[in-house]
């Protein structure tokens, strides 16, 4: 199992082995491998993205367990030789987590808060509080806002611009690791640490050809022409970037009081 170095790099001071963790945001289950390399006793994996969800049980194998939700296991897929029995893959609304309070001891989110606009970054903030046990531990892994001069904030306004027009939020906020680090607070986590992940950050070119086909799908749900002209602009600025390496990923650490 691959686990990246920023995961390795979040996850080195925290006590995992024999934790009941939560992935907050599976995406492509990069935590959820670092969570599981290192010893942890159980991991719900959560994610609203089916494709995700499949991602995350092909990479480390979904043993299924009390997950509840009926696609643990053999999702039928051929795939299921891997099988870890410690992870459930729950695919849900993290502004509804499916677990009871104080279930789990260790919840990451890596790259998670940039996909959530601040009224969802709200409701998934009260909800891992509310699943997290007394003591538990939160880390917290994400992008300070780019430079002025950062080419590739361009394709992100425009991938904004088109997300906006067609569902009525922005699909990135890059929050400042001093802004999280007091919004947790205020949500009762204690702050424990904080760490540079990666600087600069590199933006590949797949990177960059994916953020630009994210904003082509949604220009074509814009109304008239402005998605046309999204969708040409975001063409246009993934040609011309092609990658760039520009930014910091930070790792904030914190607890719950016991
Ligand atoms: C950028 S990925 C995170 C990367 C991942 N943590 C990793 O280490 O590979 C963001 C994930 O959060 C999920 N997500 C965003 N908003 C969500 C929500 N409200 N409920 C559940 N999952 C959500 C997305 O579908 C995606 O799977």
């Known amino acids: 199992m691959d686990v990246p170095e920023t995961v390795a790099t979040a996850l080195d001071d925290r006590p995992v082995a024999g934790k009941r963790c939560l992935e907050a945001g599976a995406g492509a289950g990069n935590a959820t491998a670092g969570l599981l390399a290192n010893g942890a006793a ?26 509840g939700d009926g ?13 870890d029995d410690r992870l459930a893959v729950l695919e849900a609304d993290l502004r509804a987590v499916p677990l009871p309070d ?15 606009d601040p009224a969802a970054l709200s409701a998934v ?3 891992l509080s ?6 538990a531990h939160l880390v917290v892994d994400d992008y300070d806002p780019l430079p002025d001069d950062a080419a590739i904030r361009e394709l992100f306004a425009v ?12 699909a990135l906020t890059f929050y400042p690791a001093a802004f999280l680090r007091r919004f947790f607070a205020g949500h009762g986590w204690e702050f424990e640490r904080e760490r540079t992940l990666l600087e600069p950050v590199p933006w590949t070119e797949s990177h ?15 109304p008239d022409e402005s998605g046309d ?8 600025l993934a040609g011309e970037i092609g990658s760039e390496s520009v930014g910091r990923m930070y790792g904030l650490a914190f607890r719950l009081p016991d």
Not at 43 to 66: E, F, K, P, Q
Not at 71 to 83: E, I, L, M, Q
Not at 229 to 236: E, G, K, M, T
């Open 42 to 67: 159980r991991v719900y994996a959560v994610t609203n993205d089916r494709g995700h969800a499949l991602t995350t049980r092909r990479r480390v194998g979904d043993g299924g367990g009390d997950d």
């Open 71 to 83: 696609n643990g296991g053999d999702d039928g897929d051929g795939n299921d030789a891997t099988v």
């Open 102 to 116: 104080d279930s789990v001891d260790l919840i990451t989110a890596h790259g998670l808060c940039n996909v959530l």
């Open 125 to 127: 903030a009260a909800e």
């Open 130 to 135: 509310r699943v997290a046990a007394p003591g």
């Open 159 to 170: 991938e904004n611009a088109a997300s906006e027009l067609a569902r009525g939020r922005p």
């Open 208 to 222: 960059v050809s994916a953020h630009a086909d994210e904003a082509t799908a949604m220009a074509g749900d814009c």
């Open 229 to 236: 002209a999204l969708a040409a602009a975001a063409r246009r």
